[in-house]
């Protein structure tokens, strides 16, 4: 992995990033496809917002990595903010507001599991 910026970001070997994105403390594996305009912020809670008497910037936040599995492909103007598995894909525009698991599509706000991914099997032409 490359650290990019500050030590907080780092991308594995062949990952992709496409034009626009933005990463805060992301952990992006090998071979991983980031689409146009992709936001990685540091996890939900980067700033604290539980006291309203006092200034949102001022409060304390909860920055933590954000890892994007190996393989992974995340859709055009996605926003990242929980871990994303091995393979996965993520939809265009979707929100990841909670881990997904390998292997899987998802898709929406907030972003939903829509199916697994099936393993592709070898043809055999005779």
Not at 5 to 31: F, I, M, Q, T
Not at 51 to 79: C, L, M, N
Request: aromatic share 2%; charged share 20%.
């Amino acid at each position: 992995m490359r650290p990019l910026g500050d030590d907080r970001a780092s991308l594995g070997e062949r990952a992709y990033v496409g034009p626009r994105c933005h990463l805060g403390w992301a952990n992006v594996e090998e071979d991983v496809l980031l689409a146009a305009g992709v936001h990685v912020p540091s996890g939900a809670h980067i700033h604290g917002t539980a006291d309203p008497t006092v200034a949102i910037r001022e409060q304390a936040g909860a920055k933590r990595p954000v890892r994007i599995g190996a393989g992974a492909w995340v859709g055009s103007a996605a926003v990242v903010m929980a871990d994303v598995g091995r393979g996965t894909i993520v939809g265009a525009g979707a929100v990841v507001t909670r881990p997904l698991p390998d292997q899987v599509v998802a898709g929406g706000v907030p972003a939903r599991i829509i199916r697994e991914r099936a393993p592709v099997l070898s043809r055999v032409t005779g």
